[in-house]
């Protein structure tokens, strides 16, 4: 690529959001290769194969945010620069009461109130979103606010079933209500593909606003319950989610005339975004059942929702639209029934939902939106020392520029999904709401550059949905965070994560309980780390070790030999008697849920895997094979387990500690 046209490209994916150069986590300055520039900017439309087509897309680029956009978002008494010329405003909220504004200097002058609101000028019209300053927090009692994360595929109940579903929470969310949990932090709850057991992982979905149907009970809304399945020590997902699948028809062809009228009314059917969704469920299966994976292996006219092809099938396929949209229904409210049984028993929070990163880019919402998703791209992570080669997760995101022209539309109608029957969210790696590393398919994850987000609206954004649900937001925020991020999303309450792991100090030993800052969710771990149980026995290196992913140059007679270092470290900071032998880790466990409820935390979560001093850990990064990853159930309702000695005093552990706490 010659110098002028390296130059057209650096200044075009400038002015595209893409960043030209980034600082590694060893705080190393890299710059991205022109010719990988040119082709992400390809894929986000921009063409460069000329000097002409460089310049039509950088004028192109630099209109793209320019004009009254759709939305315009902003915060409670903040001026909102405005690219209009008009020197008043009329502002409606969402009762209907009207309002004028003075613009001076072409700044809106500062709202009061939080909410939605139309905004009309003189020379255009828009909507104007208006976050409050901050998101909410839980109450200050003085008491240690606990809670537990879990996955729901891994809960038995008194019904056998193949793997956990929306019953199976409800009964392990009242079992943990009466030991004073006030928090469930679930697994995300996203569509996933119906009735395919090769595509299991909860964080690459087919859509991030509908629901799995997978987790649907009929039984927890008062309709017949599903035909009993066997529940093995794994779950078989292969055999599991179409039998899952077999079972809901049945469910569905079982119900009388009025049933159906009753769910007709009340799925929603008004909401476009839905029909779509439903749609798009009814022509996988459809041509699943003829041999193709997904819909770039569907004849060109469906895929599209709004082709004739496609609305035709529609209508002549109504039935199989009513099923889909009945398994919406079911795991819609059949969440809400857990989070009001949540709160009736006394938990003060109840649900928190996780919302993922991406979607599968052959999923539901790429077929659906197309416009607002981006395309030829995925998402991963940079090389760096730990993962020399990077990270691809072969998922997908929203478009920037399609967030803004469809005024952020899909992002709130995702966030409203996943708050609708939650007193929390955390969202997955929340550096996602201010850049991502886009990797062009094909590519190699070194050929990715950083794609920028509008991140004060994606945050504002946030925090304005979450006040209107009122649910606290925990941003998922381990790694190296880009420049600007941990102090706006601490501005706004949004409260970081802080696992026990992570928190070391400069000798790299392990900082005390106080130590912890008071705007965070402490955890003895997450489903992606080792269970204290399992990290102080060092089943987490016999693990390594099977699937050959000990460090180069390390054996595992001198992995042992670090890890037993590391106990010490690990137990002088919280350990009261002697060092428990690694074949004895039942005091570390107790320990370290300790010391996360010894801190001035929010709250503090521990993994179920840790309340129960499980070795295993429900997910091994980087792997897709060998671990069985989401696959593991426990081996008793969890009711049974709680009222075990030892469980109850690791509850104690964690939720008795009351010093240090916010009040």
């Keep these: 690529m010659g110098q002028t046209a390296s130059d057209d490209i650096h200044r075009l994916a400038e002015a595209a959001g893409l960043q030209c150069a980034w600082r590694d986590v060893e705080g190393r300055d890299q710059i991205v290769a022109g010719d990988a520039l040119a082709r992400i900017l390809e894929h986000l439309g921009y063409e460069t194969g000329t000097q002409r087509k460089r310049a039509a897309s950088l004028k192109r680029a630099l209109e793209a945010g320019t004009g009254l956009p759709p939305l315009v978002v902003t915060e409670v008494g903040t001026e909102t620069p405005l690219p209009t010329r008009t020197s008043s405003a009329e502002l409606t909220d969402e009762q209907g009461v009207t309002q004028r504004l003075t613009i001076t200097d072409g700044a809106l002058a500062p709202v009061a109130l939080p909410g939605y609101y139309d905004l009309v000028l003189s020379d255009g019209t828009c909507r104007l979103a208006v976050a409050p300053a901050a998101c909410p927090l839980p109450a200050a009692t003085g008491k240690r606010l606990w809670g537990t994360s879990l996955q729901i595929p891994s809960l038995r109940g008194t019904h056998e079933t193949a793997f956990g579903g929306l019953g199976e929470l409800s009964e392990a969310v009242l079992s943990l209500a009466q030991v004073s949990c006030q928090a469930v932090a679930i697994n995300p ?37 599903l035909k009993a399945s066997h529940g093995a020590a794994l779950v078989d997902w292969p055999s599991a989610m179409p039998d899952h699948l077999a079972a809901l028809r049945e469910s569905f062809a079982g119900l009388s005339p009025e049933q159906r009228a009753r769910i007709a009314a009340a799925d929603g059917r008004d909401d476009p975004g839905l029909s779509r969704h439903a749609l798009h469920e009814a022509l996988f299966c459809h041509f699943r059942a003829q041999g193709a994976r997904d819909w770039r292996d569907w004849p060109a006219r469906f895929r599209s929702p709004d082709s004739a092809a496609s609305q035709r099938f529609a209508e002549q396929h109504a039935d199989e639209i009513a099923f889909h949209l009945y398994g919406q229904w079911l795991a819609r409210e059949g969440l809400s029934a857990v989070q009001d049984g949540a709160r009736a028993a006394g938990m003060s929070i109840g649900l928190i939902a996780d919302l993922a990163v991406g979607v599968r880019p052959y999923g539901s919402d790429c077929w659906a939106m197309p416009g607002a998703m981006l395309s030829g791209l995925t998402i991963g992570a940079p090389p760096d020392p730990l993962g020399p080669l990077g990270q691809n997760w072969s998922i997908t995101g929203f478009s920037p520029e399609g967030l803004r022209s469809s005024g952020y539309a899909p992002w709130i109608a995702m966030l409203r999904s996943a708050l609708r029957s939650a007193g929390g969210l955390r969202i997955d790696h929340a550096f996602g709401l201010a850049r991502l590393w886009v990797i062009p398919e094909g590519g190699e994850c070194a050929d990715g550059a950083y794609l920028t987000y509008p991140f004060l609206d994606l945050a504002r954004l946030v925090t304005l949905e979450a006040h209107r649900a009122e649910a606290m937001i925990i941003a998922e925020d381990l790694g190296t965070a880009p420049p600007g991020f941990t102090s706006a999303v601490t501005h706004r309450n949004m409260l970081g994560m802080r696992v026990l792991w992570f928190e070391r100090a400069e000798d790299h030993g392990f900082i005390g309980a106080h130590d912890y800052p008071a705007n965070c969710v402490a955890m003895t771990g997450t489903h ?84 129960l001093a499980q070795t295993e850990q429900p997910n091994l990064p980087g792997t897709t094979s060998g671990h069985p990853n989401w696959r593991i159930r426990q081996d008793a309702p969890l009711g049974d387990r709680l009222r075990e000695p030892g469980t109850l005093s690791r509850i104690a552990a964690i939720s008795c500690a009351e010093s240090n706490l916010r009040g």
Excluded: C, M
């Design 189 to 225: 709850v996203h569509a996933l593909f119906p009735g395919v057991g090769d595509d299991f992982s909860p964080y690459s979905p087919s859509s991030r606003t509908f629901l799995n149907t997978a987790i649907a009970d009929p039984a927890l809304l008062g309709l017949g319950p």
């Design 528 to 611: 992606d780390t080792p269970t204290v149980a399992g990290w102080w026995s060092g089943r987490d290196l016999a693990w390594a070790e099977e699937l050959g992913r000990l460090p180069e140059g390390v054996d595992r007679q001198k992995a042992e030999e670090i890890r037993d270092w590391d106990r010490g470290l690990l137990w002088s900071t919280i350990g009261s008697e002697d060092r428990p032998a690694a074949d004895n880790p039942d005091p570390a466990v107790h320990a370290a849920l300790a010391q996360i409820g010894k801190s001035p935390a929010v709250i503090a979560i521990a993994p179920i895997e840790d309340l």
